[in-house]
């Protein structure tokens, strides 16, 4: 049995395996998802920090396994880090990404074209202001995938440079035998590479445990006056994490 798969708890999902005694319980302690022990160490550091868990997970295939690298993956946070990295020369002609490439490229090309609604006249302004309303808007909604567009975009703020990246991506996506893949951690999702290269737009465990924390914060804060039935759905991991830092 594995506790902390119940995705849908949210929704009120139980788990019936602790509904019912059994003489022994056997626990899904491997994990088929990597095979790197810093990898592995970090799962095991969450799980005993966050939720309490004291049976340690190990990986099913050891990196000592892998006689032969054959596929690799560059897996980015959000599709803004991705087109960032189609703007490095040297790694243009060694990117394939894992999907048709404009559905990375196109918040960019809505910034440009000032689809993305603010308010008052955003026709009657310069596109560097339009910019700075729109950082405005996405710190206020805490949008991290915008924020890291128009900051690009400030660097290189030509529509035809990104026109250029998407067409060497989408030339890349039809080619055979490139060496190295591409795309985001929901791109990517069910997807086998030998190695797996994480950029650094993710957030550390320290920043995710941060906010969390904040997070938990303005959940009891805002809901002082709620039904004590109400107060009882806030996820478990929120809690544990409380205990944690109390």
């Known amino acids: 049995m594995n506790v902390h798969q119940k995705i849908y708890g949210f929704r009120g999902a139980i788990n019936g395996m602790e509904s019912f005694q059994a003489d022994k319980k056997f626990y899904l302690t491997y994990t088929f998802r990597f095979s790197n022990n810093k990898q592995v160490e970090l799962a095991n550091e969450l799980l005993k920090y966050c939720k309490k868990e004291n049976n340690v997970i190990k990986p099913f295939f050891k990196e000592e396994d892998i006689k032969e690298v054959k596929t690799a993956c560059i897996i980015t946070r959000t599709n803004a880090e991705l087109v960032k990295m189609f703007t490095l020369k040297k790694m243009q ?68 440079f990104f026109s250029n990246l998407y067409q060497i991506a989408k030339m890349n996506y039809k080619r055979k035998n490139l060496p190295i893949s591409i795309g985001t951690a929901h791109s990517t999702k069910g997807l086998e590479f030998d190695i797996v290269i994480l950029t650094e737009d993710f957030p550390t465990i320290e920043e995710l ?5 904040e997070k938990y914060i303005e959940i009891m804060k805002n809901n002082r006056n709620i039904k004590e039935v109400s107060k009882k759905k806030i996820f478990s991991a929120q809690r544990r994490t409380w205990e944690y830092f109390s």
């Open 93 to 160: 002609d060694k990117l394939k990404p894992v999907r048709e490439p404009y559905q990375f490229f196109s918040k960019f090309f809505d910034v440009f074209d000032r689809k993305l609604n603010i308010e008052g006249d955003k026709l009657g302004i310069t596109f560097q202001e339009y910019l700075d309303k729109l950082e405005v808007l996405a710190g206020q909604v805490e949008d991290v995938e915008l924020n890291s567009t128009i900051s690009i975009i400030r660097k290189y703020p030509n529509k035809d």
């Open 209 to 213: 445990l941060k906010m969390v924390k």
